[in-house]
């Protein structure tokens, strides 16, 4: 049984994978303070399966990009649950999980988010589903003048650009509605098999994927901290 949190954006949830297959799942929308649901729905889930942390085979969690202190809100949990109990934790990109349904299927995929500053973040993929290049934040404009080929969109950030991919890019793309469970089943199915075939991250190193300082610091600078597994 795995327990897989995303809490990198202001849709959060939770949700338990068991064999391949998402056995229940939690979601919620807040703003500013996810740590005040996220406990309470861990221990929801748990409860209605009969089961207690002690008895998980792995824990995931959704790196970002996010909000700063909702990112650090889910992944500090998932450490300390995995840490008191010596259960395998995996990490995997946010904007990995919004495409990962749709790879693999002939069609190029972006992923996008909102990062504020009216700027997103993207993810591309080539239409074998190798990623193009490292996530990189851009103007929405920047985005949809490098699409020259039939596009699936996905991610949170359609909230926001939906109808305007629509309307700029016309056939070019095709838009996968948002939904939060979708990527909370792609975090618990694709993490519960990377640990089966690799294990999991150190718990130690694993840290949030931040693309830039937060707004009280640097705004101009766009820092990566590289995501590596520990060889």
Not at 39 to 62: F, N, T, W, Y
Not at 174 to 190: D, E, G, H, M, N
Not at 193 to 214: A, C, K, S
């Amino acid at each position: 049984m795995l327990l897989a949190i995303d809490t990198s954006t202001r849709y959060a949830g939770v949700a338990l994978a068991q064999e391949g297959q998402v056995i229940s799942i939690r979601n919620w929308y807040s703003k500013t303070n996810h740590s005040a649901n996220l406990i309470p729905a861990i221990s929801d889930v748990l409860k209605q399966h009969g089961i207690s942390i002690k008895d998980l085979d792995g824990i995931a969690c959704a790196l970002g990009p996010g909000s700063f202190s909702a990112l650090r809100v889910g992944l500090s949990t998932a450490k300390a649950l995995a840490l008191a109990d010596g259960i395998p934790l995996m990490g995997i990109k946010t904007l990995d999980l919004e495409a990962h349904a749709f790879l693999n299927n002939g069609i190029p995929v972006t992923g996008i988010c909102d990062v504020g500053r009216q700027e997103i973040a993207v993810a591309a993929f080539k239409a074998t589903g190798k990623q193009i290049e490292e996530t990189i934040i851009m103007k929405p404009e920047e985005l949809i003048s490098r699409v020259k080929d039939l596009t699936i969109f996905c991610g949170e950030g359609l909230v926001i650009l939906e109808d305007r991919i629509r309307n700029e890019l016309g056939g070019l793309g095709i838009v996968i509605p948002f939904s939060p469970s979708t990527r909370l089943w792609s975090l618990a199915t694709s993490a519960e098999r990377l640990i089966n075939e690799e294990g999991g991250h150190d718990i130690r190193t694993l840290q949030p994927y931040y693309l830039r300082m937060p707004s009280i610091g640097t705004p101009k600078r766009r820092d990566v901290i590289s995501q590596r597994r520990k060889q």
